[in-house]
């Protein structure tokens, strides 16, 4: 089965200052992929996906990810962090089976 | 967008009883799973089904069945509980045949004491 690493556990950045938390996965074939993110007492909010085509995916909120083939990786970036995106941070791999399979999520503090 | 309800926010139960957790979605979507979410562990798929008395078992199946009836409903049973069955349940939902997005409900908190 396809499986997910997120290698930060938690990642601490400065309100303004850019972000990039990143996502390695494991899958034999296309992969499709996705980050969701989850503030404190919500459910999963997907921000963006990758199926095919343009590299580059652009999301909600300012989001925005890169698919490396080579890397095997899909990290997710934002230029500018807003204290409001505080919350974990799930990146997923979908296989043609419709199932999915979830990193065990980045925790994100903003500090003022 | 797909609304997924999950039949309780927070339960506690007591070690050796018999729990089920619901989830109800309003569309016609085909595909219904169940996680459980853990801090340092993320989401791990417990069961999913692909339609009406299908079932396929995830990557921690044991403790755990399911059953789904009718298309909208699809319940995670815990036959015993047991302490280390304490956890955040998830419910999610997705269209069959093309790979779109899942679709999550507000998530279930239970506690086994």
């Known amino acids: 089965a396809q499986s997910v690493t997120q290698p930060d556990i938690h990642i601490t950045v400065s309100e303004g200052a850019s972000l990039e938390l990143r996502c390695n996965y494991s899958?034999?074939?296309?992969?499709?992929l996705f980050w969701y993110v989850q503030s404190p007492g919500q459910g999963l909010q997907l921000l963006l996906k990758?199926?095919?085509?343009?590299?580059l995916v652009q999301g909600i909120k300012g989001f925005e990810a890169e698919f490396k083939r080579s890397q095997s990786s899909f990290n997710l970036r934002k230029p500018s962090v807003h204290w409001s995106d505080a919350a974990e941070y799930f990146c997923?791999?979908?296989?043609?089976?419709?199932?999915?399979?979830f990193g065990a999520g980045t925790r994100l503090t903003v500090k003022p | 967008d797909v609304k997924v309800t999950q039949s309780s926010r927070y339960l506690v139960k007591r070690t050796g009883e018999k729990v089920f957790l619901e989830c109800v979605q309003d569309?016609?979507?085909?595909?219904m799973f169940w996680y459980r979410q853990d801090p340092g562990l993320g989401l791990r798929l417990i069961y999913f089904?692909?339609?009406?008395?299908?079932?396929e078992k995830g990557d921690i199946p044991e403790g755990y069945s399911v059953s789904r009836e009718k298309k909208e409903r699809f319940s995670l049973i815990l036959e015993s509980a047991s302490t280390n069955q304490t956890s955040m349940y998830l419910c999610?939902?997705?269209?069959?045949?093309?790979?779109?997005?899942?679709?999550f409900g507000p998530g279930t908190r239970l506690t086994v004491t």
């Open positions: 997923a791999v979908g296989s043609i089976n419709n199932d999915m399979r």
């Open positions: 899958y034999g074939a296309t992969p499709y």
């Open positions: 990758y199926f095919s085509g343009d590299t």
């Open positions: 569309m016609d979507h085909e595909n």
């Open positions: 089904s692909y339609d009406v008395k299908m079932k």
């Open positions: 999610a939902v997705h269209r069959q045949g093309i790979i779109y997005e899942q679709y």
